[in-house]
């Protein structure tokens, strides 16, 4: 099993910066895929951005050229660098890993509040 634990958030104004880490322990050996997710009260809970064991990253539309996701392999670690952020990038943060084992397993963070003001 895989255990995710975030850190980072918290209170920043439109147009700052923040960075957010989530680092995997357990039987990390078996992550492929790692990413974050978000999910504002009553909204559905919707991807961010996500990046493969090989470095191959995907964006939602809504955060493409602000935000910028990386892994540390070495560290099993996923970082998420937001900038330019807007009151509408409020919400929790979850962090997301999967794993490349028969069959695949998904594993959630607790989750990180990343608030921005107006």
């Known amino acids: 099993q895989v255990q995710l634990v975030e850190s980072g958030g918290g209170l920043v104004q439109a147009g700052g910066s923040l960075r957010l880490s989530c680092a995997a322990s357990g039987t990390i050996f078996s992550i492929n895929t790692m990413g974050w997710y978000r999910q504002a009260p009553g909204k559905q809970r919707e991807l961010v951005a996500t990046?493969?064991?090989?470095?191959?990253?995907n964006y939602a539309d809504s955060v493409k050229g602000r935000f910028t996701i990386s892994r540390d392999n070495t560290k099993n670690t996923v970082y998420l660098q937001m900038n330019s952020l807007k009151p509408e990038d409020t919400s929790i943060y979850y962090c997301y890993a999967d794993t490349s084992t028969t069959p695949k397993r998904n594993y959630w963070g607790q989750g990180t509040q990343v608030t921005v003001s107006s």
């Open positions: 990046i493969t064991r090989g470095g191959i990253t």
